[in-house]
């Protein structure tokens, strides 16, 4: 729910917070003590338009945080998540500052975010109902939503089964698309294949023979080199492996007398010895190899030649030719088995859409009788507000299958008749202000545990009823206050008396006129405010006797 409400330098409000409970909240004062600049606020904080207009006179930003409290099981926590941003023991806290240029920065739990984001936020949390802007209501999108809440259609399976069977549609396109343009293609794969095959290119091959040409290039001063360097460590006269031996001999005849520091060195000259015989045998082990080679410098340049030729004709890097073979030669088995390939594909996608229509047609059916049930409920909802007359129809119509989509195959409208004898039509065509705010009320009162946003405002729906239709009014809002927060911007007391929470909004001052908000705590208070409603500037003793009523 809403717990407090902040706002500094909005139009006449220097600072103001509002903490708000659970339940029914009324909203009353006079007409311009800013009760719309509240409301402005709030939507500003959810996201809605920005404008520097809003900016209290002399002040450099306006700025309106609202923090609520939610249960952990609520949509926005996974929204923070998926997000990265952070939430302490439930409470998401939105913040938004607009400049005197206009711009405007929004901030969930102190984190900045886009303000489509901000609004992302806002529409899981609250919905504002005005006179003129019954939200959802006049947006035929929204309609189906609201009924499949209703009716409990689970939109992920729909969604499910129609990427299931869009997926096997498209690979059915694809592959006749790819074999049409294999088989216009199709002498030169297979003249590609024959190429490759000839080839026969291996990974690694490129620099493999880099590497080879290099030396082979070199090879004739490697093997110069080779030589001299055994002819220094090998050479009788004066080779290093005799000259280790002469040194080993002279000190292992006098070890005895050089005790460990002579076994050290003697086993330093063995080991030297050794590394020594080893490297003499790489040498000649290596320079017998490459003057045995019979690579042929000229080969290798005609096979790197080749290779590159090809890559270069195949858009790919060497090294990717192996990959490219296996590709033609797909493209040339799909031509091959091109009739078993689609025959394949398309009992696929015949099968992704008889899932898909099952569980559209399930849905339908879960809409329809819904509908029934919202129908019959909204219609008892509307007698007591003074539209008897009026009927409400859950329109449920199975379009045709090329208007089929993720969320089935129905197109969704709510349509009322104001009066008898005429055919129902579209609310925004149909109903006046005052009534579609009564449609809207009756409709929530029916779809009230049907999920939503949690905290539902509603901006003087009110307006130009009295008496028994304003009673009835309050006590729908009452009802529907079990399961949601309500707030009311009101001047019907009917509807005000209703209320377990009462603010009043106030403006005072001369020169520097200010907007300010009172909570109506005790039951005095409270008899006063209904008072002044009733009878208007001067408060009666009459008026006070109606509203202990």
């Not at 035929?140 to 089964?161: M, N």
């Not at 004066?238 to 005895?256: K, M, V």
């Amino acid at each position: 729910m809403l717990t407090y409400l902040s706002i500094k330098n909005v139009v006449l409000i220097e600072a103001l917070t509002i903490e708000f409970q659970n339940g029914f909240c009324a909203l009353t004062g006079e007409t311009g003590a800013g009760k719309s600049i509240l409301l402005d606020s709030l939507g500003l904080a959810l996201g809605a338009r920005s404008d520097a207009g809003l900016i209290r006179k002399g002040a450099d930003q306006a700025a309106v945080s609202v923090c609520f409290d939610l249960p952990k099981d609520h949509a926005a926590h996974m929204m923070l998540q998926e997000n990265g941003l952070e939430s302490e023991d439930g409470q998401i806290v939105m913040r938004r500052v607009v400049s005197l240029d206009g711009r405007s920065r929004a901030f969930v739990n102190d984190q900045p975010v886009s303000i489509a984001l901000l609004k992302e936020f806002g529409q899981t949390l609250v919905e504002i109902h005005g006179q003129f802007e019954t939200q959802g209501l006049l947006d035929p999108k929204t309609h189906r939503l609201l009924l499949d809440s209703f009716a409990g259609v689970s939109a992920i399976k729909l969604q499910e089964a129609w990427s299931a069977w869009s997926k096997a549609e498209q690979a059915v396109v694809d592959a006749q698309n790819a074999i049409e343009d294999a088989r216009r293609e199709e002498d030169y794969l297979r003249q590609s294949l024959e190429d490759l095959d000839t080839l026969s290119p291996e990974k690694g091959e490129e620099e493999k023979l880099s590497d080879l040409r290099q030396r082979l290039m070199s090879r004739d001063q490697v093997i110069e080199a080779l030589n001299n360097a055994y002819n220094f460590l090998g050479a009788e006269d004066s080779g290093s492996e005799h000259r280790l031996g002469q040194a080993y001999s002279a000190l292992d005849r006098i070890s005895d007398k050089l005790g460990a520091s002579g076994d050290t060195i003697l086993q330093a000259l063995d080991r030297a010895a050794s590394e020594m015989q080893e490297a003499i045998a790489l040498i000649q082990s290596l320079s017998a190899d490459m003057e045995a080679a019979d690579d042929n410098l000229e080969d290798i340049d005609d096979r790197l030649h080749d290779l590159r030729a090809q890559a270069r004709k195949h858009g790919c890097v060497v090294d990717e030719l192996p990959d490219m073979r296996q590709k033609i030669a797909a493209q040339l088995s799909q031509i091959q088995h091109q009739d078993d390939i689609i025959a394949s594909l398309i009992k696929t996608a015949q099968q992704a859409k008889a899932g898909y229509v099952a569980i559209a047609k399930d849905s339908s059916a879960k809409r329809k009788a819904a509908a029934s049930r919202l129908d019959k409920g909204v219609m008892a909802e509307l007698v007591p507000l003074k539209l008897e007359r009026a009927r409400f129809v859950s329109d449920v119509k199975e379009l045709p299958e090329e208007q089929w989509g993720v969320h089935g195959m129905d197109q969704v409208r709510f349509l009322v008749a104001t009066n008898p004898g005429r055919e129902a039509g579209p609310l925004n065509k149909i109903a006046s202000g005052g009534e579609m705010a009564r449609f809207m009320l009756a409709l929530k009162v029916v779809l009230a545990e049907s999920g939503g946003p949690q905290t539902l405002v509603f901006d003087e729906v009110d307006t130009g009823i009295g008496g028994s239709t304003a009673a009835a009014v309050g006590e729908r809002l009452l009802r529907l206050a079990q399961s949601k927060q309500i707030l009311i911007v009101t001047h019907s007391p009917q509807v005000a008396a209703r209320a377990g929470h009462h603010f009043i909004v106030m403006k005072g001052g001369e020169d520097d006129i200010r907007t300010n908000i009172i909570t109506l705590d005790k039951a005095q208070q409270r008899r006063e405010e209904i008072a002044r409603m009733l009878s208007g500037e001067h408060i009666t003793e009459e008026s006070r006797a109606a509203a202990d009523k």
